[in-house]
């Protein structure tokens, strides 16, 4: 029987606010441009994370590419990473074309900004998926066949979307409520759609890679390639391993130190010594495989903190009224049709600004803690406020109530 691991891995940064106070409304408009030594730099937290992750991740990836020909992988890049990607390290843009011209990586579609639109304006979610198509086919010459939400964001609205759309898959989180006593190791459908398919992470495979690997406390500590590739060929009845995961595992999460870049060489070599062992993209999984079974998601899932649903974003009140004002804006701000403002006012729909929000405890919180620039929540929302009350500003100079 064939097993396939399915790689796929989702690169992305933000166009973080800066400190912005309320001295700022009104007279300076470059919410996202921080001194180089300030913490919400998104120039030097781009530099950083392009050395110790990006660069030495992407060649160790084309080393892999090149000395097994059997491996392949699917990524994701957001637009927003890809603008920093081209005015401040050229070096990894094209190390990620590198990958690309082996045609053997496939790029999935997604939002360009990084957005949780879809669950606010169907039009604004659709314009960013098409702008993120288009700079995707720009700067890698591919055509993105299968989707996948902001932060795996995923319902039945949005694959019967996705279905019309034409894509012929879809990305989401294998959570064991969704899934029941099914294996996240299959190709599913989802509900009430004609032609897509369903690809599920396995949260627990993949998670031993991204967060347990350097954890010398971890009963499974020190995880090699030879050890992991037995876990998979002891896993019995299974066509794909969906090892979906940050691209930031590599280098940045998991440091150089861990091995990490060691284990990820030696997958392939580990993985293929066994006949009918494969690594496919999303969209040759999909191909081989008939869907198992249909899949019924009617409420949202991701694939962040232990409740696997939007509370990361939208959980307090400082996060609801945060983004329900800045949709609030959508109409008059594309009325202006001035593209710098709705430019902006796009950059502030990322979703990583209403997450460093988040007022969530114990191991959820540490997590939020480690990927925010700010002291705490609090000031993350008086930044973005004090930026969205400029906005503001700026309408009302076009003579515009708001």
């Not at 409420?299 to 696997?308: G, L, M």
Request: proline share 4%; charged share 25%.
């Amino acid at each position: 029987m064939t097993k396939a691991i399915v790689l796929y891995m989702h690169v992305h940064q933000p166009f973080r606010v800066k400190h912005y106070s309320i001295f700022d409304v009104g007279v300076d408009h470059a919410y996202f441009e921080a001194p180089y030594d300030d913490r919400t730099s998104n120039e030097q937290i781009l530099h950083k994370v392009a050395q110790k992750s990006y660069i030495p991740t992407n060649k160790r990836l084309l080393d892999m590419l090149r000395d097994y020909p059997q491996f392949k992988l699917s990524l994701s890049i957001t637009g927003t990473v890809l603008e920093q990607l081209e005015r401040w390290s050229p070096e990894s843009l094209k190390s990620f074309q590198e990958l690309t011209a082996t045609g053997r990586v496939e790029i999935v579609a997604e939002t360009y900004h990084h957005s949780l639109a879809f669950f606010y304006s169907r039009d604004e979610f659709e314009h960013q998926v098409q702008m993120h198509k288009e700079k995707v086919q720009e700067l890698f010459g591919q055509t993105p066949q299968v989707f996948r939400n902001t932060e795996l964001s995923y319902n039945n609205d949005l694959a019967y979307w996705a279905d019309r759309a034409g894509y012929k898959g879809i990305l989401a989180e294998g959570w064991d409520p969704v899934l029941d006593w099914r294996s996240p190791n299959f190709v599913y459908q989802p509900t009430y759609t004609e032609n897509i398919a369903l690809l599920m992470k396995n949260y627990k495979l993949s998670d031993d890679i991204a967060f347990r690997f350097g954890n010398q406390a971890w009963e499974s500590w020190p995880l090699t390639a030879d050890k992991f590739t037995n876990w998979l060929n002891e896993s019995g009845d299974a066509t794909n391993f969906n090892l979906f995961m940050d691209y930031e595992t590599f280098g940045e999460h998991q440091w150089d130190e861990t091995g990490i870049f060691d284990f990820l060489y030696h997958l392939p070599q580990e993985w293929l010594k066994n006949e009918g062992n494969s690594f496919m993209t999303v969209s040759e999984v999909i191909d081989a495989n008939p869907p198992r079974d249909r899949v019924d998601v009617p409420q949202t899932t991701t694939w962040a903190d232990t409740e696997r649903d939007l509370s990361a974003w939208l959980g307090n009140d400082m996060q609801a009224s945060a983004i329900n004002a800045l949709y609030g804006l959508q109409d008059k701000i594309l009325a202006t049709k001035d593209m710098k403002l709705i430019e902006d006012w796009r950059k502030l729909q990322t979703s990583d600004h209403f997450y460093y929000m988040c007022t969530k405890y114990f191991n959820d919180g540490d997590i939020h803690a480690y990927f925010s620039p700010y002291a705490n929540p609090y000031d993350a929302f008086i930044a973005f406020m004090n930026a969205f009350h400029d906005v503001q500003f700026r309408l009302t100079e076009k003579g515009m109530e708001v």
